[in-house]
């Protein structure tokens, strides 16, 4: 049994390429190529440069000295919010930007919903010398000014979206929208494992310098390459996957996944979607979607732009259902005190998602000697308005 994608793009019975006629022919192109391109010596040279000299890599692994008093084990911090742009987003934009120019795309399309990704998107953009579109919910344009800023100022074109409650499901409608209507030119950017087959497989493979570079920095910390217990926040998924990925099929590694509980998981107002959701399509494939009877996509609500999603990427649907991963829910408020705690014990503001991750913490039990490494996805500043409203 593998946790990972098989050759028609499911996961157990998730994933898959649930797509409009009109994308078959550059969806199909894409599965035949994204694996011969990210295996090509070429690419992975050019990739790994950039994520050392332009992203910053390796990410360090930081032992939380204070943290770990607090919790009783030994935590390890996988500091991701120190790459360039401040997330994981930026590993995943670069070598999708370099897949689309092996594939002659000059114009780029990307959703984004905390806009860490289209800022990211963006900056690979300006890098490699590409039309940049951005579809962003107009909530998140509003509750996420800065990044608007950022991206208008690396070059790209920011469209606000009107439909929906107006976040990152709706900026994601869209984006699908304009890649239908401009397949053979534009390349679209997906910024989680969530998407058509390959998006999801793709997207896994490009974050999994994540769990890459854990193995050896915690064999320099501790002596032995796997930990006890990996965390992660998931909206979509991708961080947690670049986490995981080279300790899927490691069973002495327990994997705890936290998603967004918004006011509770027995609310209207949540986005646990993988606690709430029922099998059905969203974005291309077949996985956990908040829906009603209808089958009506229920609008999802998380104080979190980037976990506020109706869906969940399809490998961490069966996660979930195989029994793999632990899935838990962390509410608003939670993830608030989380990063009020991390802030004052490490001196680290973390971003408003990997606080879910961070809040998930005290819904655990530890043994003293239990490694555990968290991944810290994204740094606060985007959140300060949003943290300082809440203090209390
Ligand atoms: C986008 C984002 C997330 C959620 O996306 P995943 O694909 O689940 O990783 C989490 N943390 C930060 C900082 C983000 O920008």
Redesign the pocket.
């Known amino acids: 049994m593998t946790y990972n994608v098989d050759q028609l793009g499911f996961y157990g019975t998730y994933g898959g390429a649930y797509i409009p006629e009109i994308l078959h022919q550059c969806v199909q192109d894409l599965q035949e190529a994204y694996l011969p391109i990210i295996e090509d010596p070429e690419f992975q040279k050019d990739f790994r440069t950039l994520l050392r000299d332009y992203a910053g890599r390796p990410s360090p692994l930081y032992y939380a000295h204070r943290l770990s008093d607090r919790y009783g084990c030994k935590i390890y911090l996988k500091r991701e919010d120190l790459n360039h742009t401040g ?3 930026i590993n995943n934009a670069l070598g999708q930007a370099l897949i689309a120019r092996r594939l002659g795309k000059k114009r780029i399309i990307a959703e984004t ?2 806009g ?2 289209g800022v990211a998107t963006a900056t690979v953009c300006a890098l490699l010398g590409m039309e940049c579109v951005v579809y962003m919910g107009k909530t998140d344009v509003e509750r996420q000014h800065l990044n608007v800023e950022r991206m208008k100022m690396l070059g790209a074109k920011v469209v606000p979206v009107t439909s929906g409650n107006m976040t990152l499901k709706d900026g994601t409608n869209e984006a699908i929208r304009d890649w239908c209507c401009h397949p053979a030119d534009s390349y679209y950017i997906i ?3 969530v998407g058509p087959h390959p998006y999801p497989d793709m997207v896994a493979r490009l974050q999994s310098v994540i769990s890459e570079e854990i193995k050896w920095q915690l064999q320099e910390h501790e002596g032995r390459d796997y930990p006890d217990v990996l965390m992660a ?8 996957a670049g986490t995981i990925y080279h300790y899927l099929n490691d069973p002495r590694v327990r994997i705890i996944l936290a998603e967004a509980g918004g006011k509770g998981i027995d609310t209207c107002m949540t986005a646990a979607t993988i606690q709430r959701g029922k099998p059905g399509i969203i974005h291309g494939s077949k996985t956990l979607v908040m829906q009603d009877e209808d089958g009506q996509i229920q609008e999802p609500y998380s104080i979190s732009a ?2 506020d999603y109706p869906g969940i990427g399809p490998m961490h649907a069966n996660l979930a259902k195989t029994g793999r991963a632990t899935i838990l829910a962390v509410n608003d408020d939670e993830a608030i005190r989380a990063a009020y705690e991390l802030t004052l014990l490490e001196g680290i503001i973390p ?1 408003l ?2 606080a879910h991750a961070l809040g998930a913490l005290e819904k655990m039990q530890f043994k003293p000697d239990d490694v555990v490494v968290l991944t810290v ?2 740094r606060g500043d985007k959140d300060i308005e949003t943290y300082l409203r809440f203090k209390d």
């Open positions: 997330a994981h987003k919903g905390a860490q990704h910024g989680s494992t926040c998931v909206g979509g998924g991708s961080n947690a980037g976990l971003a998602e990997s996805s994204g």
